[in-house]
């Protein structure tokens, strides 16, 4: 009897400047691997209308192999790589996800700037202590032009805080230290499960945070592609 098997699938599909729409789905047996399928209209339906064509509305069925990419570059099977999160600017395509191959939890990365066809040969960890010494999960990408952020939650100083890292040149460099945004001071209190919003240089990021006793959500904003950002972060709630 085959294992059950896992799948993620992002609603709300990115669309490239070529016209056709990005979606990521895990489908593999645990441990998962990560797979990015091109939809180019598939079911009848135009490229930004997945599954039009089908009377329940779900997505078609998963194209041939050919179209699928693994994007983890560690050992197929290896460990557990999950939750991506995708992002397109123009032609390059930005994923991120949480990977176990280190032990504990890790963000990493991986890009195509030919619309998904070709990716690097070694993905990219973003989290910049040692591999593995602490958890890292919940990223979210987000992407504008050259620019690209990822954020996620780390528990590296105790309690979860919100870290960065970001490139400036469409994902090939990034930062060789990530920062941390919450300004509560490091491991003071649990702040987890960030979003963001990239426009161009400006990003602006969100999170739930317990400093008060009980979750609040908190912000934070650089102007300057992360260079700095507010002194003092703002709860927003009420």
Known sequence: ERPAMAERRQDALPIARSGRAYAHRVRARLPC?????????????????????????????????????????????????????????????????????????????????????????????????????ATSAAARLGASGETVFVVWHDDRGGPNDIRFNRSLDGGRTWLTGDRRIDTDGLGASNSREPDLVVDGLRVFVVWRDERDGSFGVHFNRSLDGGDTWLAQDVRIDG
């Open 33 to 133: 691997l990560l797979a990015l399928v091109l939809l180019t209209g598939c079911g009848g339906g135009s490229p930004a209308t997945p599954g039009a064509g089908s009377p329940d509305g779900d997505p078609t069925p998963l194209p041939p192999p050919s179209l699928l990419r693994r994007l983890d570059t560690d050992t197929p099977g290896a460990a557990l790589s999950f939750a991506p999160q995708i992002g397109v600017a123009g032609e390059v395509v930005h994923v991120a996800w949480t990977d176990r191959r280190a032990g504990e939890l890790d963000i990493h990365y991986n890009r195509s700037s030919d619309g998904g066809d070709a990716w690097l040969t070694e993905d990219i960890r973003l989290d910049t202590d040692g591999a593995g010494f």
